[in-house]
């Protein structure tokens, strides 16, 4: 991993954390941090409102040129916030700037479930945003977070800074990023849609299904495109379609697209911001974007994608 | 928290008419106790200008069998934890008239009452001024309280008055200033089932519009002072349409099972769906009874979030009364790069949609591509390119790389 490299001279990302036991941690990390962003470039903040609050009386009149986005604006889905911060990095890098500095703090969701999700996704920024010319510094606040994030925390901060000690406890590893991305192999009861290797077969009888779940359009549209370029991939890398399933599990539309291929070893796949104009890696970073929820089931004996709409 | 002055017996929080019918209701010896007042008795909260209207109810209580445990409001009962805020708004029935709802022991089993006049003053505080209460606290600590704009009250009046005077400009300045205030509203929502976040937002921002043009600035009350209730309202209006009680007792849950199974029976005798009056006749309960359970069953299909009517005539776009607050919205919304909205088929043209609703079904029933062609005096050939390029507009809509 090259992300501990990023200097001023060979932009990349710098992706660090705080883990504040005391809101004059916080503020005494941040504020010098954002203060340091003012005169390199942009800076930006994603924060809830309590500590952007201690952190604009800290700054004073410079809280005027930092930007402030509410955290649970932000961070909804973790695939949400790498398109999020992918256009808003583009846009600042397309206006000029050269370094972008961004305090954040994820809203933790209250399940199990969605710490083991938002941990992935540090793990993943890591990857997706390695040649980004921004500097992150993630924000974990002692006093409301679980332990076992604290945890994940050093695990896939590259530095974390605490009580003014800053050192590397960086293990990059897969498992950190499969831990969620990792897919159940729970078997579902779908229904076969008719196999066909013509993507407009495959929409008509999809938006059929759609319209018999009574699925709202913009979500019909959203199911179409997504599994569109599912399918195209099987297509083009998977040697062809196998079998296609659909159906309604516990209220939510899902449909499955198998192939010959013998699945993706990357557990990154869809998840790297493609770069503009750059054909080909576009499908699954798409299809994620557009389903609630993406799954890789490899060796079925080919490769299937579950999409939940 | 003994810095209010008087000590809580009955909390109230909520929208200036939520005070008149609180006060009606004292009048009409509903509510026992005397009204202290309020927003003027704290200056930390006349000072926050984001919070409509508190009100407390002094400890001294006339009757000495009140009926009334706990007084609350919209705003009230969805500041407090979600889990309960969901009960108990629904056993509240909240999408009432006057904003005022009280809660009276039993309430309905079927249900829990987040607190009653047992419940220690913190308790107590937190469920009248919901998610305030933090910035109350640290209002009385002396800490300074964010302001929801930075606009100054000079420009927000001039503001509101051009936006009511129907300036374009003005109307879009005011409603992205208050855009974030709306948002924040939007979230005591998140968790609420089968209601969509945009149209929470749109929701807001109609009633933001609608807050406008009933302002009076020469009160001198802060616009989101009074607006902030006119957000909320509308938004509780949406969610109470979209949502239906989901917490059930056991007693209820044995009557579901009831209603389901007589259904089904009456669905094999007769070959068709019984009405809910017949229904509520097979199963001696009453028609609401009937109607809420049902209501029940419904609830959990993530699908169905669309704020159609019972004849699936309804789309929450023809919800909008206000075509200016929906104009206000596609243009303040779609600038908002975090919002991440969905509505790809915006980028294509008239002709593109057309050929998309009517291959896919999503107006009406689906048809051929051939179809489609005649009808548009065109080959079948030439109208799947269309699609096919409709479809690459909005998969580029989804990179961001649109022109």
Redesign the interface.
Known sequence: MDTQLGTRSHPGLRHEAIVADADETFVGHVAPFLRAGLEEGATLTVLN??HW?LL??ELGADAEQVAY??C???Y?RPI?AL??Y???L??LTAAGATSVRVAAEIPLGPTRSSWEEWMSYEAIVNHALASRPAHILCVYDTQITPDSVIDAVWRTHPHVVTDGAAGPHYHDSDDAITAFTRSPSRELPLRPLPLTQDV?AL??AL??EL?G??????????M??AA??VFDNALRHGGGVTALRAG?V????VCEIEDHGPGLDDPLAGYVP?A??QPGR?GL??AR??ATRLELIPGRPGLTVRLW? | MDGFGFHFRYCISGSPPATRGFAQGREQGLVPGDMVSLVAGVPALAATGDVSFLGAVSERVADPEPRVDVVVTHDAVYGVADRHARSVGASLDLAGGSGLQTVSEPVNNDFEVVADSTADQETLLRIAFGRHY?SIVRAEAGQ???PPTALTPARERQLVLASVAGEPRAREQLVEAFL?AI??VA?LY?NVPMVDRTELLQEGVVGLLRAARRFDPSLGTPFWAYAGWSVRQAMQQLVSELTRPAVLSDRAQRALAQVRETRRGYLQDHGREPTTSELAALVALSREQVESLLAVERA???????ASDSN?QQSAGDMLADPTAEQEYERIISRL????I????RTLTAREREI??Q?????GP?KT?REIGEELGISAERV?QI?ERS?EK??DA????ES
């Open positions: 409102r309590r609050a604009r009386e986005t509410d649970e604006d932000f909804t949400d398109a999020s992918d256009a808003t583009r846009r407009i929409r008509e938006s059929a319209a779940a009574e699925a709202p359009k913009q979500k019909v549209v959203n179409l495109i569109s370029q309604l516990d209220g939510w539309f493609p503009p104009g576009q970073w798409i974007q557009l709409l | 933090d300074a309280i964010q974030p948002a924040g979230r998140r959990p299909q993530p699908l169905q979030i669309s699936g790069e975090i919002e991440r969905r509505d790809l088929t998309l609703n291959h896919y079904g999503l107006e689906a591509l799947r699609e479809l909005l998969r989804v990179l961001g790389t």
